[in-house]
């Protein structure tokens, strides 16, 4: 049961959030609409158009998908973990500095990841010898 709440169901949440943020970003891509966007400060709406406008925003939604996939799959989910850890971080800034309604999501996101990182905190630890 302990695994389950620290481990399964962390994992799970963390890949539906960022298997509907790749399904979004393709259906951007694929559309020019979204089909969900969350109320978003003007300066966030601006970052989110340059992003949108490079070859990043693929980029970032690949990862995304494989991240999510990773999670979701239960195939080798560290990885998973270490593919979204940047995007995670620029989440995090992104509402702290130009979206700050958009906190409680960036608080979820960093509570799941911290969750994970400690439970697969093995898997990483040769990548601090």
Known sequence: ???????????ILLGLLFL??????????ATGNH??????????LAFEAALQGSFVWPMVKVVNLTGALSL????APAFGLALIAPIMTVIV???????PQGLPVAIILVVLGLM???????RYAA???
């Open 35 to 44: 089909l969900i966007h969350p109320p978003t400060s003007e300066q966030g």
């Open 127 to 129: 990548l601090f010898r």
């Open 116 to 122: 994970l990182v400690f439970a697969y905190r093995g």
């Open 20 to 29: 509907v943020s790749a399904v979004d970003g393709f259906w951007w891509m």
């Open 1 to 11: 049961m302990k695994n389950v709440l620290l481990v399964t169901v962390p994992r």
């Open 93 to 99: 800034f992104f509402h702290l500095v130009l979206n």
């Open 72 to 75: 979701l799959t239960n195939i």
